[in-house]
């Protein structure tokens, strides 16, 4: 009896993965199942024995992946790295990282295993990410992603679903990049044309007579923009170097002048949206716009008013990109004019 006992107990401590063959057989049938809840309850209930089983390790992870855990799987896993793989991780890492060999690992090691699945954790937890996620917690999620497939590629047969992973990463990484903004500035020269009002004003009784002012002319000028992928917001503003003619609206008073000098400043701070189509954009601006002119009265019975003026308005604009040279059309109202502002421009940016 006594002999039958040893041979018993020998056989448990040669094969001590017998002992836990139960447990981890119902944890696969019920992963077989997609029952990812009750596998991990079999590791829970059984966990003094299981979690210095390799298997049983590699089992609670899959259901812990299967249950959305991820965190958890990877801790699972980041500890195997430390417990039961420690000196061949490190061995691995100076290889890879020192001495620029590939690594080696022992016959039968799972290592490999283990960073191939990592690389799958990370990525999917980094590829889960979204603009409002921390750019920390997104830089963070990369590095890892590409330190555990760089070394997943060395040591794995699997290099063709690694390389996409990777690339998929790479373009997660770039699409963020673009969210970035970047900032640059710009010159243009523009046409510009509108309508407003200049007032006559009689000496003797201080009476207003409207003229209509009609000015066009070039509108060179410096800008700074701010843009992403979607957005571009930007200020920038002109100097106006134009000609105007005047003529009198009110049929009592007949008056008119031809190419006087006009000058002033035109601009403000706008957005435009980069959605609409492929190198055209849409947006607004909100201008203000400064202007004085030489304005003569038709005799010594009037002054002129409003030779200079200041005022604020708002536009829609669209703009076509090119490489370095923009088109942008902007058509605007500025109160108190007459007419809505039109500006045609050329732009070329830095």
């Known amino acids: 009896m006594v002999l039958i006992q040893s041979l018993i107990l020998f056989t448990f401590l040669l094969f001590p993965s017998l002992t836990w063959a139960g447990p981890i057989q119902e944890m696969e049938t019920f992963l077989l199942k997609a029952q990812y809840e009750a596998a991990l309850d079999v590791y829970e209930e059984n966990e003094d024995g299981l979690k210095k089983n390799e298997r049983a390790r590699f089992l609670q992870v899959s259901a812990l992946e299967g249950q959305g855990e991820i965190d958890e799987a990877i801790e699972v896993l980041e500890e195997l790295l430390k417990t039961k793989y420690g000196r061949q991780n490190r061995n691995v890492v100076q290889a890879l990282y020192q001495y620029g060999e590939k690594p080696i690992v022992p016959d039968g090691s799972q290592l490999s295993v283990v960073y191939y699945k990592l690389a799958q954790l990370y990525s999917k937890k980094y590829l889960e990410t979204h603009e409002a996620t921390e750019q920390k917690e997104r830089d963070k999620l990369r590095r890892k992603s590409f330190a555990y497939l760089k070394v997943a590629k060395a040591l794995s047969e699997d290099s063709e679903a690694l ?18 903004y970047e900032g640059s500035f710009y010159v243009f020269l523009s046409y510009i044309s509108w309508q407003d009002h200049v007032n006559l004003v009689q000496t003797s009784n201080n009476n207003k007579v409207r003229l209509l002012n009609t000015s066009s002319g070039s509108c060179s000028g410096l800008g700074r923009k701010w843009e992403n992928v979607s957005f571009e917001f930007f200020f920038d503003a002109c100097y106006i170097m134009g000609k105007s003619t005047v003529s009198s609206i009110v049929p009592s008073v007949t008056h008119k002048q031809n190419n006087v000098a006009v000058t002033g400043f035109y601009g403000g701070p706008g957005v435009y949206w980069k959605g609409l189509a492929d190198n055209v954009s849409a947006g607004f601006q909100i201008p203000i716009m400064k202007r004085s002119g030489d304005w003569d009265p038709p005799n010594s019975a009037y002054t002129v008013d409003e030779n200079s003026s200041i005022r604020a308005g708002i536009s829609i604009q669209t703009k076509w990109r090119m490489k370095y040279v923009s088109l942008a059309a902007k058509l605007g109202k500025v109160f108190g004019n007459k007419s809505s502002v039109f500006n045609l421009a050329t732009i070329y940016e830095f």
Do not use: G, V
């Not at 390389?163 to 699409?175: A, N, S």
């Open 163 to 180: 390389e996409t992973l990777r690339d998929r990463i790479t373009e997660r990484k770039d699409y963020y990049h673009s969210l970035q």
